[in-house]
Nanobody, 126 residues
Framework: QVQLVESGGGSVQSGGSLRLSCEFS????????MGWFRQAPGKEREGVAV???????SYADSVKGRFTISQDNAKNTLYLQMNSLKPEDTAMYYC????????????????????WGPGTPVNVSS
């Protein structure tokens, strides 16, 4: 059974940092693309950062240079290091996994991902 569980969310002031973790089980991460997505109230879910089976990464323009995605396959854990947080980063953050193939141009599209965690909230105050 595939499971993904996020943790590490919380409240932080603008300019602060958080590290999100996603522990997963029931599949081998080296066979999947994995990513972080977010959804703010009243907005559509959007891709934040993804990492392919080969370790290539892709980021939304809004987080480039501030967020870093990584994974530890030995620990079955996906991470998202978020620095220089802004109020507009406030959202529920989800990790997800997509079975291949996923075109590189589609990596940040939520519809390509099959398995999802329940999410962890991030609130950035000004």
């Amino acid at each position: 059974q595939v499971q993904l569980v996020e943790s590490g969310g919380g409240s932080v002031q603008s300019g602060g940092s958080l590290r999100l973790s996603c522990e997963f089980s029931g599949f081998t991460s080296t066979n999947y693309c994995m990513g972080w997505f977010r959804q703010a109230p009243g907005k559509e879910r959007e891709g934040v950062a993804v990492i392919t089976r080969r370790g290539s990464t892709s980021y939304a323009d809004s987080v480039k240079g501030r967020f870093t995605i990584s994974q530890d396959n030995a620990k079955n854990t996906l991470y998202l290091q978020m620095n220089s947080l802004k109020p507009e980063d406030t959202a529920m953050y989800y990790c997800a996994a997509a079975p291949p193939p996923v075109a590189f141009s589609s990596l940040l599209l939520p519809g390509k991902y099959l398995h999802w965690g329940p999410g962890t909230p991030v609130n950035v105050s000004s």
